[in-house]
C-alpha cells in the first residue's frame, strides 16, 4: 500500500511538472510571437526565450520531438537564425549587444570564434577594442564580416590529399542521400556525415505528412 501511495504521489508530481513545462513553453513561445515584428529591438529577449526553450527541452512539454521541429511547427524562424540568437545571448551580455544591434553583435561573435585566441565578445565590447584598425564602436558589420573571413584565410590549413578525397566522398554521398529524401517528398533536412554514420534530422511535421 505504501509502495503504490509512493507511486501515485510520484505521477502526480510528474504530471505537475509537465504542466508547468508546457505553460512555461507556451509563455515564451508567446513573447516571440508578440515581439517577432519589433525584432530590432526586441531581439535579446526573443533570443533569451530561444535559450529557455532548448536548454529546458521545454519543447518536449507541448508535443515535439526536437528544438527545430517546434520552430518549424509554429513557423517563428528558421533554426539558423534562432541558433544564432541563442549563440549571441550566450555569448554578449543585454547592455553590450543592445549597443551594438543584432547583425553586428552576431558579427562579432562570429569573429572572436575564429580567431585563435580566447576572446570575449563582452569584453572587447568593454574594451572597446580595435579590430581592423577601427575601434569597435566605429567598426562595421560588414568590416567584421571581411575580417572573419581574413582570419580564417591566415589560420587555415591547406587540406591533405587524403581529407580532399573524403571531403568529396563526403559530398556524394550528402547530394546522393538528398535526392533520395526529396524523392521521397522530405525537402528540408540537416545533416552530419561522420566517419561510419550519416545522422539526418527531419522535422516531425515533415514525416507525418508522409503516405
Excluded: C, W
Excluded at 22 to 45: S, V
Excluded at 49 to 70: H, P, Q, T, V
Amino acid at each position: 500500500m505504501a509502495g503504490t501511495n509512493a507511486a501515485k504521489a510520484l505521477g502526480a508530481e510528474s504530471k505537475k511538472q509537465l504542466a508547468a513545462n508546457k505553460r512555461r513553453a507556451m509563455a515564451l513561445l508567446a513573447l516571440i510571437e508578440r515581439r517577432k515584428t519589433r525584432i530590432t529591438e526586441d531581439f535579446y529577449d526573443i533570443g533569451e526565450a530561444l535559450r529557455e526553450l532548448l536548454a529546458n527541452k521545454l519543447y518536449a512539454s507541448i508535443g515535439f520531438d526536437s528544438f527545430e521541429a517546434m520552430l518549424d511547427a509554429r513557423k517563428l524562424m528558421s533554426a539558423t537564425q534562432a541558433f544564432k540568437l541563442v549563440r549571441l545571448v550566450e555569448s554578449i551580455p543585454r547592455d553590450e549587444a543592445l549597443r551594438l544591434g543584432q547583425e553586428k553583435a552576431y558579427a562579432l561573435v562570429t569573429y572572436t570564434a575564429a580567431t585563435p585566441e580566447d576572446d570575449v565578445p563582452a569584453s572587447l565590447v568593454r574594451a572597446n577594442a580595435k579590430i581592423a584598425g577601427k575601434p569597435i564602436s566605429q567598426v562595421s558589420k560588414r568590416e567584421l564580416e571581411a575580417a572573419t573571413k581574413a582570419v580564417r584565410a591566415a589560420t587555415k590549413k591547406p587540406l591533405t590529399a587524403a581529407a580532399k578525397a573524403k571531403q568529396k566522398a563526403d559530398r556524394a554521398l550528402e547530394k546522393k542521400l538528398r535526392a533520395a529524401l526529396k524523392n521521397a517528398g522530405i525537402n528540408k533536412s540537416t545533416m552530419q556525415i561522420k566517419k561510419d554514420a550519416v545522422v539526418v534530422t527531419i522535422a516531425r511535421s515533415a514525416v507525418e505528412k508522409l503516405a
